[in-house]
């Protein structure tokens, strides 16, 4: 049987609470697929035999952290408004999951995975290090040339330059002090952690930081980056 025309795709802007349940990022997306099943939207499906709902996702969120505005695209073939798109979904979403709000977004347009470039984050720091110290090492951090770090890759380590994955970093007043922080997505060079960034402010001062709390604030699209 050939799979009903696609009519329409909604972007769908989500927020996850910290903490349980703690799914992989499989498993989120299996939440995900099941709430808009049992919530009757009318997805496409891909063609051939391995076939499958039209359900997008932006990019993998790690396990437990806090979320404001993650993106998942579904292709549906039927045209719906917004407000029956929220009614169906309202009573249905994953358990620590909102939808905060839709999008109608061009069908042909690009895939979403493919769009994401970069992410913000929020990060709650402890320890007695000066606002301005720490501020200073972040301007340090922006000027650096290399930022060579390694990191655990099953029983070993691998050594990189986390530099080009840092697009901007600033710290704000508290309390409690925080840091904001861009970091690249990308699929050849890899995507920047917000504890890596910590860490490497942490080198600047001299001082060991570390974080109470991650929020990733948004993804953003390259159309944005730009």
Same mark, same amino acid.
């Given at each position: 049987?050939?799979?009903?025309?696609?009519? *329409?795709?909604?972007?769908?802007?989500?927020?996850?609470?910290?903490?349980?349940? +703690? *799914?992989? *990022?499989? !498993?989120?997306? !299996?939440?995900?697929?099941s709430a808009i099943e049992a919530a009757a939207l009318p997805?496409?499906?891909? !063609?051939? $035999?391995?076939? /499958?709902?039209?359900?997008?996702?932006?990019?993998?969120l790690p396990v437990g952290? #806090?979320?404001?505005?993650?993106?998942i695209d579904v292709v549906?073939?039927?045209?719906?408004?917004?407000?029956r798109v929220?009614? $169906?979904?309202? +009573? /249905?979403?994953?358990? =620590?999951?909102?939808?905060?709000?839709l999008h109608d977004v061009w069908l042909a347009g690009p895939p979403l995975a493919g769009r994401v470039a970069a992410a913000d984050y929020v990060v709650t720091l402890t320890g007695d290090v000066p606002v301005e110290r720490l501020?200073?090492?972040a301007r340090e951090l922006l000027a #650096?040339?290399?930022?060579?770090?390694s990191r655990a890759r099953g029983d070993t380590s691998v050594e990189y330059d986390l530099r080009p994955l840092v697009i901007d970093v600033a710290v704000h007043d508290g309390p409690p002090v925080t840091m904001t922080?861009?970091?690249?997505?990308?699929?050849?060079?890899?995507? =920047? /952690?917000p504890e890596e960034v910590v860490a490497a402010l942490g080198d600047r001062c001299g001082v060991p930081l570390e974080s109470a709390r991650i929020v990733r604030a948004r993804l953003v699209l390259a159309e944005d980056l730009r």
């Open positions: 049987m050939t799979p009903a025309e696609p009519r *329409q795709r909604w972007r769908f802007v989500v927020a996850r609470a910290a903490g349980p349940p +703690e *799914q992989p *990022q499989r !498993e989120v997306a !299996e939440a995900w697929a997805v496409a499906w891909t !063609e051939g $035999a391995r076939s /499958r709902p039209r359900i997008a996702f932006g990019a993998p952290m #806090a979320a404001n505005a993650e993106l549906m073939t039927e045209r719906w408004p917004a407000w929220r009614d $169906a979904l309202s +009573e /249905r979403v994953p358990a =620590g999951w909102r939808l905060v709000e501020r200073s090492a #650096a040339p290399h930022l060579p770090r922080t861009r970091t690249r997505i990308h699929p050849e060079i890899g995507t =920047g /952690r």
